[in-house]
């Protein structure tokens, strides 16, 4: 009992410690940020009081400006020019023309096999051959039957016309001329049958032939001799043919950019395997929206390229965003404050270049460029590089 009670007892101190170490783990992280935060905001002030400073200084003693080096830095003069944003997603490149071949009667075994895997084929070739041999006694039999019903009408047709010549010379009665011209009658309608029936049974037979319907490449090949063609098993397609040259891609874009895509959007198409590119236009956009993924399938074109095979993967940019005369910045030089985002730009002061600060509005961005929407204008001079240290008024150099 004395040992129950001291395990208990460990495993509760053993809890009780690691829920401590996490609470004061979490507790230091938060200690941290908030260490952070308040920094941040010390360097602000600081920044905004060595300005003040230097500028009560420079006009107390204009001569101490000479005394300050400047700091060195890049930079960028800014001009409008076209913006463009891309949601970028991965598909898969797919065949529009794609052949499952089945038999066209019903299963039936393989007495040979014509064609391989990954080989080219056209429309019509002889893939494989099935197993025909009761198709060929149901035509034999056919043939006899049709043979037999010929001898019978040109027998038939004698009599006939030996009666008719009997009734012209006033021999006979004319229910006997009647009687002939019937039996000539019903062996011609048996004839035309049994002709029909000779057909039946030939494109029965025909069907023992198995036959590409589609010019491509045998993509599966999943059968052999002595095996039961049904054209597709649980494991997948026994014979499947490709058409490589109508090819598209297609992908899946999130429920929110519904309204910036539709038919005929530009589409840029990226193959790694090949490295290769296409440009293309969105052919097909999804009527519905997948429960799951909560996107919308949109398809394009691909131009016919003996490099693309189906479920290829491809990298889609669709263009869903175009500003003319924008000014964009790159994505680095945006920094962010208390008072929110801004750059610092380089401007002409006595003389001198000096670092101000300057408050923007951003809009989208596209890979590392971003918009912006206000607070810089054309001509304006971008810092972008060395702008990480600088403070208000700082003065710089690019050289």
């Not at 019903?106 to 056209?122: E, T």
């Not at 300057?358 to 590392?368: A, D, K, Q, T, Y």
């Given at each position: 009992?004395?040992?129950?009670?001291?395990?208990?007892?460990?495993?509760?101190?053993?809890?009780?410690?690691?829920?401590?170490?996490?609470?004061?783990?979490n507790?230091?992280?938060?200690?941290?940020?908030?260490?952070?935060?308040?920094?941040?905001?010390?360097?602000?002030?600081?920044?905004?009081?060595?300005?003040?400073a230097?500028?009560?200084?420079?006009?107390?003693?204009?001569?101490?400006?000479?005394?300050?080096?400047?700091?060195?830095?890049?930079?960028?003069?800014?001009?409008?020019?076209?913006?463009?944003?891309?949601?970028?997603?991965?598909?898969?490149?797919?065949?529009?023309?794609i052949?499952?071949?089945?038999?066209?009667?019903?299963?039936?075994?393989?007495?040979?096999?014509?064609?391989?895997?990954?080989?080219?084929?056209?429309?019509?070739?002889?893939?494989?051959?099935?197993?025909?041999?009761?198709?060929?006694?149901?035509?034999?039999?056919?043939k006899?039957?049709?043979e037999?019903?010929?001898?019978?009408?040109?027998?038939?047709?004698?009599?006939?016309?030996?009666q008719?010549?009997?009734?012209?010379?006033?021999?006979?009665?004319?229910v006997?001329?009647?009687?002939?011209?019937?039996?000539?009658?019903?062996?011609?309608?048996?004839?035309?049958?049994?002709?029909?029936?000779?057909?039946?049974?030939?494109?029965?037979?025909?069907?023992?032939?198995?036959?590409?319907?589609?010019?491509?490449?045998?993509?599966?090949?999943?059968?052999?001799?002595?095996?039961?063609?049904?054209?597709?098993?649980?494991?997948?397609?026994?014979?499947?043919?490709?058409?490589?040259?109508?090819?598209?891609?297609?992908?899946?874009?999130?429920?929110?950019?519904?309204?910036?895509?539709?038919?005929?959007?530009?589409?840029?198409?990226?193959?790694?395997d090949?490295?290769?590119?296409?440009?293309?236009?969105?052919?097909?956009?999804?009527?519905?929206?997948?429960?799951?993924?909560?996107?919308f399938?949109?398809?394009?074109?691909?131009?016919?390229?003996?490099?693309?095979?189906?479920?290829?993967?491809?990298?889609?940019?669709?263009?869903?965003?175009?500003?003319?005369?924008?000014?964009?910045?790159p994505?680095?030089?945006?920094?962010?404050?208390?008072?929110?985002?801004?750059?610092?730009?380089?401007?002409?002061?006595?003389?001198?270049?000096?670092?101000?600060?300057?408050?923007?509005?951003?809009?989208?961005?596209?890979?590392?460029?971003?918009?912006?929407?206000?607070?810089?204008?054309?001509?304006?001079?971008?810092?972008?590089?060395?702008?990480?240290?600088?403070?208000?008024?700082?003065?710089?150099?690019?050289?």
């Amino acid at each position: 009992m004395k040992q129950y009670f001291i395990t208990g007892l460990t495993a509760a101190i053993l809890l009780t410690s690691c829920g401590s170490s996490s609470k004061e783990n979490n507790a230091a992280i938060n200690d941290k940020k908030a260490e952070l935060e308040k920094l941040k905001g010390e360097k602000t002030q600081l920044d905004e009081k060595i300005s003040a400073a230097e500028k009560a200084l420079l006009k107390l003693d204009p001569s101490s400006a000479n005394a300050q080096k400047p700091k060195l830095v890049a930079v960028q003069t800014l001009a409008t020019a076209e913006f463009n944003h891309f949601i970028e997603l991965q598909g898969k490149v797919e065949s529009e023309n794609i052949s499952y071949i089945s038999p066209r009667i019903g299963p039936a075994q393989v007495k040979g096999v014509f064609i391989k895997k990954g080989q080219f084929v056209k429309k019509g070739q002889l893939l494989l051959k099935l197993d025909d041999a009761i198709y060929k006694q149901n035509l034999a039999a056919a043939k006899q039957g049709l043979e037999t019903i010929k001898t019978q009408l040109s027998y038939a047709k004698n009599i006939a016309k030996r009666q008719q010549n009997l009734w012209d010379q006033n021999i006979g009665t004319e229910v006997q001329l009647i009687t002939a011209k019937n039996n000539v009658a019903t062996l011609e309608t048996q004839l035309r049958s049994a002709e029909e029936n000779v057909k039946t049974v030939m494109e029965q037979l025909n069907t023992t032939n198995v036959y590409s319907d589609v010019t491509g490449v045998a993509d599966e090949v999943n059968i052999r001799v002595g095996e039961i063609f049904q054209g597709a098993t649980a494991q997948g397609p026994q014979i499947r043919i490709v058409n490589n040259s109508h090819l598209k891609v297609s992908g899946n874009i999130p429920e929110n950019y519904l309204s910036n895509v539709s038919k005929g959007t530009a589409v840029n198409i990226s193959i790694p395997d090949i490295g290769k590119n296409f440009n293309s236009n969105v052919s097909f956009v999804g009527a519905s929206i997948d429960a799951l993924s909560r996107g919308f399938v949109v398809e394009a074109a691909l131009p016919s390229d003996a490099a693309l095979r189906p479920n290829q993967i491809a990298l889609l940019k669709i263009k869903d965003y175009t500003a003319t005369n924008t000014l964009a910045i790159p994505l680095a030089t945006l920094q962010n404050d208390d008072k929110g985002k801004f750059v610092m730009v380089a401007v002409k002061e006595n003389g001198k270049l000096v670092a101000r600060k300057r408050p923007v509005n951003i809009g989208f961005l596209s890979g590392e460029m971003l918009e912006i929407k206000t607070g810089l204008k054309t001509g304006d001079v971008l810092v972008t590089e060395g702008f990480q240290s600088l403070y208000e008024g700082q003065v710089i150099t690019t050289q």
